[in-house]
């Protein structure tokens, strides 16, 4: 049991970290197209883009949400009948994040929608 929960945080810091990295230094250029395409994709972490031929631009939120969840319930499901603050705080705050990009994504079609298109 102690090399699996080891194996997991390993797995999970490495993954966070670099999602974290994601979310905190964005990409300007892709930054600058997701500004600019206007559909957004309910399937995929990102927004479509047009530019790219139909492909997915990422979101750095969605994708660290979905970390932080994901390494939650793994720990959560490794612990079994023992309680995991870890797992639990980590399941909660990424769903926090994934309500931040859901709303960070609705405000950016609601600025193009109602201010960048009428001009």
């Known amino acids: 049991r102690l090399e ?3 194996d997991v945080y390993i797995d999970l810091e490495v993954e966070l970290s670099d999602k ?4 905190l230094y964005p990409n300007p250029t892709v930054r ?3 500004i600019t395409d206007k559909g957004i994709s309910t399937l995929g972490v990102g927004v479509t883009s047009k530019a790219l031929g139909g492909g997915i631009l990422p ?5 660290l949400s979905e970390s932080m969840e994901k390494g939650g319930k793994k720990m959560i499901d490794l612990y079994g009948n023992e309680p995991c603050p870890y797992g639990e705080s980590l399941a909660a ?5 994934n309500q931040l990009g859901d709303m960070r994504t609705s405000m950016e079609d ?6 960048l298109c009428p001009l």
């Open 4 to 6: 699996k929960s080891t």
């Open 20 to 23: 974290t990295r994601d979310y």
């Open 32 to 34: 600058a197209k997701m």
């Open 59 to 63: 979101l750095p939120e969605k994708a």
């Open 93 to 97: 705050t990424g769903e926090a994040m």
């Open 110 to 115: 609601n600025v193009t929608q109602n201010f």
